[in-house]
């Protein structure tokens, strides 16, 4: 998709080139669904704030032996962040890195890495010599934002494109899901019958922003918490020590059903949102004979 075909001020669908030539897709509705670099965003001219400070991950992984610990595995200090993930014989390993310093680390060389993870790691001493090549090492690009109106008369945006999640929560897909399934219940209806307002957008908004506000806020604070006043502040040289939560999340932690609040959250989001009875019945034709809806990507 390369442009959006818009006359009198509202989105009629989009226009993308193929092997063949330029071709067009009208609608009712166009919904941007792709992603965090979303076109439709930037082409539609819909700006976003930040939500959350921008950071990068290095991601890489190391063996992992049965005596080794279970589920994740934070470690802290000396202005380094580490999160091991467990990932059966593998570790996978998130290393958080001011945002746009990759070349410097890279610069620094593995050596550099490798000794990072040793300090703050040391049972995995014996397993850093497995990172010898900067290909096995993934850079991903930390942000969060939210866009202040997530349509315009014709176009809705959906998931990231409308709200990126910080990778942190990995909660991105399941918001995007609930976000498709919210915009499903309430349009359909108003689809069909080829009669499409800025009220029925602004209510799909209404139904998931505040869910999405929240997740993000506090995505952020664990974010900002764990992360970035660790590598902003940093530690001089000296012992590091593993990363170990308050004494009352340690005891909130010992009672089942409040240890699966948070997996519920990110499983399922604050309001989870389901298909209507209406919408998993389908429908008939547009009254109109106009297509009902065009998507601008998938994300």
């Known amino acids: 998709m390369r442009e959006l075909v818009e006359a009198g001020g509202v989105v009629r669908g989009v226009r993308y080139r193929g092997p063949d030539g330029w ?11 792709d992603g965090r670099f979303s076109r439709v965003r930037r082409l539609a001219g819909l700006r976003a704030v930040a939500t959350a400070q921008p950071i990068d991950v290095l991601w890489f992984r190391l063996p992992r032996r049965p005596a080794d610990p279970e589920g994740l595995v934070p470690a802290v200090g000396a202005g380094h962040f580490l999160l091991l993930v467990d990932r059966g014989d593998q570790w996978q390993i998130a290393a958080a890195i001011p945002k746009g ?33 900067w290909r096995r090492v993934a850079v991903l690009s930390v942000a ?14 959906l998931g990231d494109a409308a709200h990126v999640m910080s990778p942190f929560g990995g909660n991105g897909i399941n918001y995007a899901v609930q976000d498709a399934v919210a915009a499903a219940n309430r349009l359909s209806a108003p689809l069909r019958a ?3 307002s800025l009220r029925d957008l602004a209510a799909v908004q209404r ?5 999405t ?47 699966e609040l948070p997996l519920r959250w990110v499983a399922f989001g604050l309001w989870p949102v ?14 109109s004979g106009v297509p009902p809806a065009a998507s601008g990507g998938a994300g």
């Open 23 to 33: 071709h067009e897709v009208r609608a009712l509705l166009t919904v941007g669904a």
């Open 101 to 133: 310093t990759y070349r410097e680390q890279r610069a620094a060389g593995l050596e550099a890495l490798r000794r990072t993870v040793a300090a703050l790691v040391p049972w995995l001493g014996d397993r850093v010599g497995a990172l010898d090549d």
């Open 144 to 157: 969060s934002d939210r866009l202040a109106r997530w349509y315009r008369p014709g176009l809705l945006l």
């Open 194 to 196: 080829g009669r499409l």
């Open 207 to 211: 139904r998931r922003d505040w869910p």
């Open 213 to 259: 506000r929240l997740t993000q806020a506090a995505v952020a604070l664990a974010q900002d918490t764990l992360f970035t006043r660790v590598l902003r502040r940093g530690r001089p040289a000296g012992p590091l020590r593993p990363l170990r939560p308050p004494e009352a999340v340690r005891l909130l932690l010992r009672v089942p059903v409040l240890r």
């Open 274 to 287: 389901r298909v209507s009875d209406r919408v998993a019945r389908g429908g008939g034709p547009t009254a």
